[in-house]
Nanobody, 112 residues
Framework: VQLQASGGGTVQTGGSLTLSCTAS?????MGWYRQAPGKERELVAG???????SYADSVKGRFTISGDNAKNTVYLQMNSLKSEDTAVYYC??????????WGQGTQVTVSS
């Protein structure tokens, strides 16, 4: 399975961006991780095929993940962006168990 991510860019503090990730096959879970310079990769948000969502505490109330099962696509709507949201964002997909896939990273830069 291949994951194709898009939607990164540069935005001012308080602005919004939407990331998209499309998988070449159906997966049971898809999510977004991010990695800032000098920091470990962290899970930002995830969604199961059944629609159950989870969020990192740092993005709750600001980010919304949604999915379109027919298109094998997930979206991450990011609002009220802060400088600390600056990172490379990676799409992740899990078929089951330890079988997971990664998309290429997309840079999100929030400038003041």
């Amino acid at each position: 399975v291949q994951l194709q991510a898009s939607g990164g860019g540069t935005v001012q503090t308080g602005g919004s961006l939407t990331l998209s990730c499309t998988a070449s096959g159906s997966l049971n879970f898809m999510g977004w991780y991010r990695q800032a310079p000098g920091k470990e990769r962290e899970l930002v948000a995830g969604i199961s095929r059944g629609g159950r969502t989870s969020y990192a505490d740092s993005v709750k109330g600001r980010f919304t993940i949604s999915g379109d099962n027919a298109k094998n696509t997930v979206y991450l709507q990011m609002n009220s962006l802060k400088s600390e949201d600056t990172a490379v964002y990676y799409c992740n997909g899990i078929l089951y168990g330890s079988i997971e896939y990664w998309g290429q990273g997309t840079q999100v830069t929030v400038s003041s």
